[in-house]
Structures are given as structure tokens and as C-alpha cells.
């Protein structure tokens, strides 16, 4: 086999192709991987969950140390916010954790190609570099070309005082009034971190709530502990225009509930209104391959392409365009063509917030079970009622576990609170095996920690049982 012939070639860097790669290197494949960029790791690492999460906990340390820290009796004078040090950790996080993947490639002697990969026919790849290009020749393709900020007409993206989240994680200056299009994920998270920083944030949202796709309860709750922290709310609200004058912006909505106009003014308008593939010059039309109505790579259940040696994963097929699913979609691929037969399970893929209180879901929502006329029984915990979140000052929030009525099952489990981004694993790997509720109800949990919860819960859902409410 040549120099530039490989088994497998990766096209895209982000989580789900290095990490696939990294798989196919461990099942002896020889792999390539192509990136556009100079920097491994994709939108996740370089402009997306890595910086966003640093920006989040420094902003989080600023909020305490000014607002909370007197509670415990630290009183702290003169606290003075450095945002340019602030912003440059972030991305010295970025680069570590970036120069982190390049390590994992040379440790695995996974070859990068750095440039713009397309499709010459299925067996060969284009890589055009700033100077020349390359031609690679390979077995199998895989597509992980991820997505990229979308927009609506009415709300063009400037990158200037109308920005995407890309934008939003490098601003030299916190906003004075900063105006969120999007109550999802992205736009909560990054108008948290701005809020915390003593901007006001006013979100606009479309629907009648917050993060709706999740369960409505988890929704309710965070707007209400959003809104404490100073976070304005126009759901229900249509942008028809948003427009710049000078260092100003200028959103226009209708009030879908009392058809009435908004006018809302700031110097920055982050657009957070989802994600859409990126498969732009791709090269897909030369072997034939089509996208669907959303701009998605389409797959069968072995996530490969109607072309026999072309498999895609992550942001550009169906399903949440969240970084582990395409972690998991990119091993999958690889044991799959080692002739293995892989688990994947897509109902059972968590989906985090990372505002503070963190928000985590994983399984059914109430609305799909009523939706869908399966029974189910109800158990659900406060926080303010656990022993540890009262010692840590954490009282929102609370964890609630919906199971099968006749089989007790665990069907679903929504919270809201302090580390629940990391507790929503116990709830996944309970419902990975099949657990009841019963199960986890019997379960030994250490005393005081957060993850009694998560037992009160499924207590509460055998019986009404719960100990400690």
C-alpha cells in the first residue's frame, strides 16, 4: 500500500472523526484523517463545547466570588473582572485540549492531512491544501464534516454586532445589553456566561418555551431560576427583523400570544437558531450521493451511504447534533468494518445545558409517553430537600424519574440542578441494563452526596416512597 492509499480515510476532525479514527487505527486499519483547518478537533474543541464550558466556569467563579461568597463568610473586596485573561485561558484550554488530539494521532500513526477534502470518485479523495493538492486513495470514506451556526432571513449573521455562537466565545468586551434569537442550549448558555458577567440578556424564543426539546418541566424550571438571575424572557415571540445602526442592534418581533410588537435594543444579538450540516463542496454529486430536505448525509442503520464504501456520522446525518453521539456513531462505524457487531442506542444518547443549574435528560419525555399512550408512573426529588445541596448552598432544581407502569422499568429521567451533567451517566447506565426503579430505589448511595437524588426519585416513582421529602 502506497504512502497516500489507506483503508480508511476520516473526512473532519471534531469528536466524532477523530475519535472514529482513532478506532479504526486500534482495529488495525490504516487511517487518514483530512481537516480543513490548522487545528485539529472540530467546531466541539475549537469554537464550540471546550471554550464554551471554560468561558462558563469562569464566568460562573466571577458570579460567586461578587455574589456568593459572603454566605460562607469569605468577604471579598474589590473584585475586579479581567476579561482579556478571562478569554485568554479559554483558549489556551483550547489549545491544549486541541494539541491533545494531535498527540492521539501520532500516538495511533493516524496521518492528518491538513486542507479542503472533497470527493474525485468513491475510492479517491481531493485534498487542496493553501498551496497544492493532494490525491488520497482508500478503501472506505467516512463523512464527519459536522455543522455550522444557521440563520433565518431577517437575521443575517454580520459577525460583527450580529453574531453566531463562533463570534459570541471571542468578543474583546463584555456586551452591555446582549439579545439571544434561540432559547435552546447555545443561546442560554452563552447569555448565562454574559449575564454572570453583568450584562443584561434579554432571550427571544419562538416557542412558548425554553429548551423545548426537552421534558416541559426541566423548561419551566430553568426560565424561573434564569429569570432570578436577571435573564429577560419574550417567548412566544416571532423575529420579523434585526438590523444595525453604528454600535447598535435593533430586533423586532410579534408577540405571537397578544399580536403585539417588540422592539428590543443592544450593542450584540447572538442568532442561536440550531445548527445545520456542513457538507458545502463536499464533492457529494460526484458519486451520487444526495442530501435531504434539512441538507443531511442519508444513512441506513449501519450509518452507510447509498454508496456501498461511504459511511457518514455526527452533525450531518439525523438525529441530536450532540459531540458523543458522534463519538459513539464513530466507533460504531469502525467495529462495524472490523466485522464486529456494535451497540447503539439512540434513545438512550443524554442531552446536557450547561447553565448553572445544569440540565440533563435522558429517555422519554412526559409528553412524548402521553403522546405515544404509554402508562407511567411518577417520582420525583427536590434538591433543596438533599442534606449535600443544602451544605453546598445548591437549592434549585430537582431530579424525576418516569417508569413503566406494569414492568417499573425506567423509561426517563429529567433534572435539574447542581452537577447534573454528570449525574445523568447513573441514570443512562441504569437504563442501558434495563433497570426498574426498584433497582436504583435498592441501590446503597453515599450519604451526603447529590446522587441520593436520583434514589429519592425512583423511591417516589415505586409507591411513593421517598425518605426525605
Not at 277 to 294: A, F, H, Q, S
Request: hydrophobic share 35%.
Amino acid at each position: 500500500m502506497s504512502d497516500n492509499s489507506f483503508d480508511v480515510v476520516v473526512i473532519g476532525s471534531g469528536p466524532g472523526g477523530y475519535v472514529c479514527a482513532i478506532r479504526m487505527a486500534q482495529l488495525g486499519f490504516k487511517t487518514a484523517i483530512v481537516e480543513k483547518y490548522n487545528t485539529l478537533g472540530g467546531t466541539c474543541l475549537n469554537v464550540g463545547c471546550i471554550p464554551s464550558k471554560a468561558l462558563l466556569d469562569s464566568s460562573e467563579r466571577y458570579h460567586q466570588t461578587v455574589h456568593s461568597h459572603q454566605n460562607h463568610g469569605i468577604n471579598v473586596k474589590d473584585v475586579k473582572l479581567d476579561f482579556k485573561t478571562m478569554v485568554s485561558r479559554v483558549q489556551k484550554v483550547v489549545s491544549d485540549t486541541c494539541g491533545g488530539v494531535k498527540f492521539l494521532m501520532d500516538k495511533n500513526k493516524i496521518q492528518v492531512f491538513t486542507g479542503h477534502g472533497s470527493f474525485k470518485d468513491k475510492n479517491t479523495i481531493l485534498v487542496k491544501g493553501e498551496k497544492d493538492t493532494i490525491t488520497l486513495t482508500t478503501k472506505n470514506t467516512v463523512i464527519a464534516t459536522g455543522s455550522k451556526p444557521s440563520s433565518f432571513p431577517g437575521m443575517e449573521i454580520d459577525k460583527k454586532r450580529v453574531i453566531s455562537s463562533t463570534e459570541a466565545l471571542k468578543l474583546k468586551e463584555v456586551p452591555k445589553h446582549l439579545i439571544v434569537i434561540g432559547g435552546g442550549v447555545i443561546g442560554l448558555e452563552l447569555g448565562s456566561v454574559y449575564r454572570r458577567l453583568g450584562a443584561e440578556v434579554s432571550v427571544v424564543e419562538y416557542a412558548d418555551g425554553i429548551i423545548s426539546m426537552m421534558d416541559k418541566e426541566l423548561g419551566r424550571n430553568l426560565q424561573k431560576v434564569l429569570k432570578k438571575d436577571g435573564i429577560n424572557f419574550y417567548t412566544s415571540h416571532q423575529v420579523a427583523n434585526v438590523s444595525t445602526k453604528g454600535k447598535e442592534v435593533i430586533v423586532k418581533a410579534k408577540d405571537l400570544k397578544k399580536d403585539k410588537d417588540l422592539e428590543l435594543k443592544g450593542d450584540y444579538c447572538l442568532v442561536s437558531v440550531g445548527r445545520r450540516p456542513y457538507t458545502e463542496g463536499l464533492g457529494l454529486e460526484n458519486i451520487g450521493l444526495k442530501t435531504d430536505e434539512r441538507g443531511r448525509v442519508e444513512v441506513n442503520n449501519h450509518l452507510q451511504t447509498s454508496v456501498d464504501n461511504v459511511y457518514a456520522i455526527g452533525d450531518v446525518v439525523k438525529g441530536a447534533m450532540l459531540a458523543h453521539k458522534a463519538e459513539e456513531e464513530g466507533v460504531f462505524v469502525a467495529e462495524q468494518l472490523a466485522g464486529q457487531r456494535p451497540h447503539l442506542n439512540y434513545d438512550l444518547i443524554p442531552g446536557v445545558v450547561y447553565t448553572w443549574p445544569e440540565v440533563a435528560s435522558v429517555g422519554k419525555t412526559e409528553e412524548e409517553l402521553k403522546s405515544a399512550g404509554i402508562k407511567y408512573k411518577k417520582g420525583s426529588f427536590p434538591f433543596k430537600a438533599l442534606g449535600r445541596a443544602r451544605a453546598s448552598d445548591e437549592n434549585d432544581g430537582l431530579i424525576k424519574v418516569l417508569a413503566d407502569t406494569n414492568t417499573d422499568e425506567i423509561l426517563g429521567v429529567h433534572m435539574i440542578g447542581p452537577r447534573c451533567a454528570d449525574l445523568i451517566a447513573e441514570a443512562v447506565l441504569a437504563m442501558e441494563y434495563r433497570a426498574s426503579a426498584e433497582d436504583i430505589a435498592r441501590t446503597c448511595h453515599a450519604h451526603p452526596t447529590y446522587t441520593e437524588a436520583f434514589k429519592e426519585a425512583c423511591l417516589a416513582a415505586t409507591e411513593n416512597r421517598a425518605l426525605h421529602s
